[in-house]
Nanobody, 116 residues
Framework: QVQLVESGGGQVRPGGALRLSCAAS????????MGWFRQAPGKERELVAQ????????WYANDVKGRFTISRDNAKNLVYLQMNRLKPEDTAVYSC?????????WGQGTQVTVSP
């Protein structure tokens, strides 16, 4: 079965950085695009970054562009999110996700808190 396990969250001051990791299993990882999502309290889950399976093309939400970088290691079935210059509004539960055969999958998420 598809499993996605995130790690790397924590508390950081504004301007700081964190690197999130997502370990994937149960599917042919290299054949699927992967995304990082976040959900803040009282808000809906939103896609913040995505990386394709074929050529590694990336997409970012406007409010993280230039600060976040998504990458993947197909040999290790890992996807990363490097988050720099973090802001308080980046505080959320971050999860990785994929869409396989018309089904959305997400991990359990990792908390990122940005506060002074």
């Amino acid at each position: 079965q598809v499993q996605l396990v995130e790690s790397g969250g924590g508390q950081v001051r504004p301007g700081g950085a964190l690197r999130l990791s997502c370990a994937a299993s149960g599917f042919d990882f290299s054949n699927y695009a992967m995304g990082w999502f976040r959900q803040a309290p009282g808000k809906e889950r939103e896609l913040v970054a995505q990386i394709s399976s074929v050529d590694g093309a990336t997409w970012y939400a406007n409010d993280v562009k230039g600060r976040f970088t998504i990458s993947r290691d197909n040999a290790k079935n890992l996807v990363y999110l490097q988050m720099n210059r973090l802001k308080p509004e980046d505080t959320a539960v971050y999860s990785c996700g994929c869409y396989i055969q018309r089904v959305n999958y997400w991990g359990q998420g990792t908390q990122v808190t940005v506060s002074p």
